[in-house]
């Protein structure tokens, strides 16, 4: 090999060493991007979904039947409680 190849491959190698880190850098950008999308979709999917439940129970329906599980009752309603249950 002659001198002026030796140093030529030298610079290539010392440039492709000078890529290797950068490269790193963004392939390690991309995954961090990618895992915080999926947390996003995740949490999209859990806001929608305490969302419906809030839309359901906002409701008169669903606020008697709550009052009721807790013993309330109407004015001029009788109380009475199931033995044996």
């Given at each position: ?43 999209r999917q ?40």
């Amino acid at each position: 090999m002659t001198p002026r190849r030796i140093v030529l491959l030298i610079v290539l190698v010392l440039l492709g060493g000078l890529f290797v880190q950068p490269l790193r850098g963004y392939r390690d950008a991309d995954q961090g991007l990618e895992r915080a999308r999926a947390d996003l979709r995740e949490a999209r999917q859990q806001h929608a979904a305490l969302k419906r439940e809030l839309d359901a129970l906002d409701s008169r329906a669903a606020l008697v039947a709550e009052a009721r599980e807790q013993g309330y009752i109407f004015p001029g309603e009788t109380p009475f409680a199931v033995a044996g249950r």
